[in-house]
């Protein structure tokens, strides 16, 4: 990247962080600090996950079971103990087939697992024991899929016109629940940048708690949201890494040519790998803290006022992760790899240690 | 559901009642109006007779489940169109940038003894360009590839296949639909002929690792220079086109291909590239493109055989599914360092950035 293109996303970012500002109460700015001497950093063990191939794949834990949707092989395995993975489903069109699946999700109670078969339009629930109860088809493309309160399904959706849309397994299409939001609402320099991200960004991570309160991480912005559990916006604000300052915007990385392939997950900026997207979120259903895994593979915690504390790297687990998850009985933080087909485990006590109150960040718009 | 901020789909139910009739009356005192719906009821009753006789309605699609019947659709050139009970088919009705997974199907038809079974493709190509038979000769088909164009389009469509459309399907020998969709992959193919088929091979296989000596290929020669390919070290970087999914993106891949050779020549010039290209890949397509992008000086191979130990499908390494792999050697033929081409693109334009 040329020393021009550097001081332009610099500048954006500085951008972005007084947007940022304006939109929420007045609080210390963060403090600019090039190293990571703020960030806790993570200590993990490393295991080998025995798939055969992978892809694209998403993760999520029921109750100590580990279940990755591998969408390149059309199935799910299930981790019964270190060497043991059980397999369900294979290719194809029928009940309890896949055809390139992408999303899966488990119900707060752990007793059901919804299946978004993208390759077949349709969400498939199984029971655990991946018994088929029901099927829901689904026209538009999903990017996020969560359960919700009453039995009800969460699907990232926004060519239906709205952020999520709601599905009843048995019914169908329900409602919908939120705006979505748009590359140039992040962005206030440029004009032809704001013409051409005026779409809507499809891409979403979505988790819910036990109280139904609802988490948005949007992919490629900077930005999580979180809504109540009768789907009102409660809070809303780009992510600022603490000491770091704002998230570099992936969009403006993409615009200038700052990155390429489109694909990268983060950038360098004077030595300092920033992250450029949220890759993952999972909520911590005793103290409703959120993780989120960013592009740089650092981890982050948000707690319910949506002020962020960077955890930092994870060490101990070479590779790039992908999805995280969180196994409650066992309180591990569970970090997937999909180049290395690895796993990552993070004491979540110690991750969670850090008090959210100490955090540096300011404080969250409430709506 | 009682959500202040749920926005429901149900609540708009349309008006009736008083408004409707009072609506109904004004209407049908305009004479315009009256001709209006004279003609769309004559439209409606003309569309009823057509359906009737069967030349207007829903056409049947090629989806998972449907019971084909069997038949025989003949095309302009004297090729048939042939499903009949007793054998399985892959229908395929694709474009020309289809040809590499129609050669894909080929090799693991040969590799399976598919030949042997009761298997038939049935490929279709929508493009009237292409000698399809040419293709054919080239690449050693044992079955035809047929130009759609050359079929009627209704008996096309009766059949389900819609326009231009791609549709893939694998038809069981009861003639029943056992899966269908409009996109397909090369891995996808294997799965199901391996799930329908029973083609799965069996034992592992070694992904190659840095240590190994680079695997021994008969290489055919496709375009650039020619390489002293047996002296030690004439070679630095293998670039393995490999064929996890030679139909998704090779057009791309190509232009990053031209960057690569712009970049790579403008840094570190010690030692040489050369590119392989997996046996999946056709050589008259790739000539092709080469000479639209200009990478004539690009030493290009394509290889006999697949690269073992690369670009195998049961391989393990989530690295090796990547589209095209970068292989470093040392002055012995040893392998240094496999990485993903995206991976190494990054560095590349990273360092070429701060020079």
């Known amino acids: 990247m040329t020393a021009r293109k550097k001081l332009s996303l610099v500048a954006r970012c500085a951008a972005l962080f007084l947007v940022g500002a304006l939109a929420v109460p007045a609080d210390p700015p963060a403090r600019k600090d090039e190293s990571r001497v703020t960030a806790q950093t993570l200590h993990g063990t490393r295991q080998r996950l025995s798939l055969r191939i992978a892809r694209n794949w998403a993760s999520v834990t029921m109750g100590d079971r580990l279940l990755v949707l591998d969408s390149q092989s059309h199935q799910v395995a299930a981790k019964q103990s270190a060497e043991n993975w059980s397999l369900f489903g294979s290719i194809g069109n029928g009940p309890g087939e896949f055809f390139h699946p992408s999303e899966i999700a488990v119900d707060p109670m752990g007793q059901k697992i919804a299946v978004y078969d993208a390759g077949n339009h349709r969400v498939q629930v199984f029971d655990e024991t991946f018994r088929l109860l029901a099927t829901v088809a689904v026209q538009k493309k999903v990017y996020g899929l969560a359960w919700w309160r009453g039995g009800y399904l969460l699907l990232g959706q926004p060519e239906e016109g709205a952020l999520l849309s709601i599905y009843d397994p048995r019914e169908g299409f329900v409602g919908t629940v939120g705006e979505s939001a748009t590359p140039s609402e992040f962005s206030r320099l440029q004009p032809g940048f704001r013409r051409t991200y005026s779409k809507a960004v499809n891409r979403t991570r979505i988790v819910t708690t036990s109280k139904g309160d609802i988490w948005v991480a949007f992919l490629h912005l900077p930005l999580v949201r979180r809504y109540s559990s009768d789907g009102r916006l409660v809070g809303e604000r780009p992510l600022v890494l603490d000491g770091l300052g704002p998230l570099p915007s992936y969009y403006e990385a993409v615009w200038d040519r700052s990155i390429d392939p489109p694909s990268a997950t983060y950038i360098n900026i004077d030595g300092v790998q920033l992250p450029l997207l949220i890759k993952d979120i999972a909520v911590h259903s005793d103290t409703g803290t959120a993780l989120l895994l960013l592009g740089n593979d650092w981890v982050a915690t948000l707690d319910h006022g949506l002020r962020l504390r960077l955890v930092s790297e994870v060490v101990g687990c070479a590779g790039t992760f992908n999805r995280l998850a969180i196994d409650a009985p066992r309180r591990v933080l569970l970090l997937t790899s999909l180049e290395e087909s690895a796993l990552c485990e993070v004491n979540l006590d110690a991750l969670l240690g850090v008090s959210p109150s100490d955090a540096g960040s300011e404080g969250a718009a409430e709506h | ?355």
């Open chain 2, 1 to 355: 559901m009682k959500c202040a901020n749920v926005k429901s789909i149900r609540s708009s139910q349309p008006g009736t009642g008083s408004a409707g009739s009072s609506w109904w009356k004004r209407l049908s005192q305009s004479s315009t109006a009256k001709s209006m719906v004279m003609l769309t009821l004559g439209s409606a009753l003309l569309a009823f007779g057509l359906y009737k006789h069967k030349l207007l309605g829903p056409t049947p699609a090629l989806e998972y489940g449907r019971q084909l019947a069997p038949q025989e659709i003949e095309g302009v050139g004297g090729q048939v169109l042939r499903l009949s009970e007793g054998s399985w088919y892959f229908l395929m009705s694709a474009s020309t940038d289809d040809l590499a997974l129609v050669k894909y199907l080929s090799q693991l038809m040969e590799g399976n003894g598919l030949h042997f079974k009761s298997f038939q493709p049935i490929v279709l190509i929508d493009d009237e360009q292409e000698p399809l038979t040419e293709f054919e000769f080239r690449n050693f088909l044992t079955f035809p590839v047929m130009a759609l164009h050359t079929f009627p389009h209704n008996e096309l469509e009766n059949l389900g296949l819609h326009g231009h459309d791609r549709a893939y399907a694998l038809i069981s020998p009861s003639l029943e639909v056992v899966f269908a969709s409009s996109f397909l992959q090369t891995n996808d193919l294997r799965l199901l002929l391996e799930k329908h088929l029973g083609t799965e091979r069996q034992g592992s296989v070694r992904a190659l690792e840095p240590g190994d000596a680079f695997p021994s290929l008969r290489l055919s020669q496709v375009a650039g220079p020619a390489l002293e390919l047996h002296v030690p070290g004439s070679v630095r970087e293998w670039m393995v086109f490999t064929a996890q999914c030679i139909t998704c993106s090779l057009k791309n891949q190509m232009e990053q291909l031209a960057e690569h050779q712009e970049l790579f020549a403008s840094q570190d010039g010690s030692g040489e590239v050369a590119v392989i290209f997996s046996s999946s890949f056709d050589e008259y397509d790739l000539v092709a493109k080469l000479q639209q992008l200009r990478l004539s000086t690009l030493p290009v191979y394509l290889s006999a055989s697949p690269v073992i130990g690369l670009e195998d499908p049961y391989l393990q390494k989530s690295l090796y599914v990547e589209d095209v792999l970068v292989v470093d050697v040392d002055d012995g033929g040893r392998v240094v360092e496999i990485r993903g081409f995206s991976e190494v693109m990054q560095g590349l334009r990273a360092a070429g950035s701060t020079r």
